[in-house]
């Protein structure tokens, strides 16, 4: 059996395939020309190079293929021309090219990566957290990345319903753990604490689950899903604060104590795209996502349980995990890292 994986080559992705080697199949990604490949390197897979807008590119790594799993995506949180642009192309047209494409070579079985971005959030913490019908108001989505993954989701239902795409949308909510190299939003926050760039937190909440659990989570999906039905994939649901205490207890490092307003991370956000719109890079701290922060990404996965057999491990595995694996790889200056492997060591 052949599997073809957009997006191996990122985080998510990087899981899902070593999830499908591990699982028996033969894997080939499609890669970008000049992507980072690191986190395919030394595995036994076919590497397909091309773009999602790519017809031809698309064509060709769908040939023979058995199961499609696609999980490129761009991510920024970024809101200029150029990255609105990019995220669009990118998540919503390079979406409808390849399921286009996938039903024409008729692919049997289809898995898209959403994402819990497409959802509506709970209105205040003491709400249930969220679920698959949990439907957002489209003029209430904050920045563009979570629109373009909100039209992309709506895209791929409406073309299971209207042209028999046999596709199951799973919904991350915030994977954590190792190689995740650029890194993802919640793996910033893991190395932001452990070189002690965190001095304040800000009153949130996240639902953080295991990367692999999540990988493994898309196969059961494969698996077990429905067409045209949504299954979130996600594990805990935390506050910030309780992250950052897990994590100080994993690594013996200090956890911030001082809550941040939040109209003082609204200031430093619109300084921060300030800046980066001078220089012509991305913001440090971008406005969106200080926007989202707003709200506690919290999140049920029960039906993810129930109809797929999802048994996600605990949070404080996932960070160990993601805390090890930047310490060993050289992400975290020495002292810090030493100090916290030391613990990491002691109890994992």
Same mark, same amino acid.
């Given at each position: 059996? @052949? ?47 091309? +773009? ?6 698309? @064509? ?20 200029? @021309? ?23 070579? #008729? ?56 042209? #028999? ?51 493994? #989570? ?60 001078? @220089?012509?890079? +991305? ?66």
């Amino acid at each position: 059996m @052949r599997a073809l994986v957009t997006g191996g080559t990122g985080f998510i992705g990087a899981a899902v395939v070593r999830a499908l080697l591990a699982a028996g199949w033969q894997v080939r990604a499609l890669v970008r020309p000049g992507a980072d490949t690191a986190n395919l390197d030394g595995l036994p897979v076919e590497r397909a190079t091309g +773009e999602l807008g790519e017809r031809a590119a698309l @064509r060709s790594a769908l040939a023979g293929a058995d199961a499609l799993f696609h999980l490129a995506a761009a991510y920024t949180l970024a809101s200029g @021309r150029r990255a609105r642009q990019l995220l669009y192309r990118t998540n919503v047209e390079g979406t409808r090219a390849l399921m286009e494409e996938a039903l024409a070579a #008729g692919v049997p079985r289809i898995v898209y990566t959403s994402s819990v971005a497409v959802l509506a959030p709970p209105a205040h913490p003491e709400a249930p957290p969220a679920d698959e019908r949990s439907e957002p108001v489209e003029s209430a989505i904050v920045g563009p990345y979570k629109h373009s993954k909100y039209l992309a989701d709506r895209l791929v239902r409406a073309m299971v319903r209207e042209r #028999g795409l046999p596709a199951v949308l799973v919904l991350p909510s915030a994977p954590i753990g190792p190689r995740d190299r650029k890194p993802t939003p919640t793996g910033r926050i893991v190395l932001d604490f452990l070189c002690g760039r965190m001095p304040a937190y800000l009153d949130t909440g996240l639902n953080v689950v295991d990367v692999d659990d999540c990988a493994r #989570g898309h196969l059961l999906a494969l698996e077990r899903g429905v067409p045209g039905e949504r299954y979130i994939l996600g594990g805990q649901n935390l506050t910030l604060r309780q992250i950052l205490e897990a994590l100080a207890e994993l690594t013996g490092l200090p956890a911030p104590r001082v809550r941040l307003p939040y109209a003082v991370a609204w200031t430093a956000a619109l300084a921060s795209e300030a800046w980066a719109r001078l @220089r012509g890079g +991305e913001p440090r701290v971008p406005l969106s996502g200080v926007r989202m922060a707003r709200k506690y990404m919290w999140f049920d996965s029960a039906r993810a349980r129930s109809e797929l057999g999802f048994a996600p491990s605990d949070a404080r595995r996932a960070l160990a995990r993601a805390a090890r694996w930047y310490c060993e790889h050289g992400y975290v200056p020495h002292p810090r890292a030493a100090i916290a492997l030391a613990h990491l060591g002691a109890e994992h």
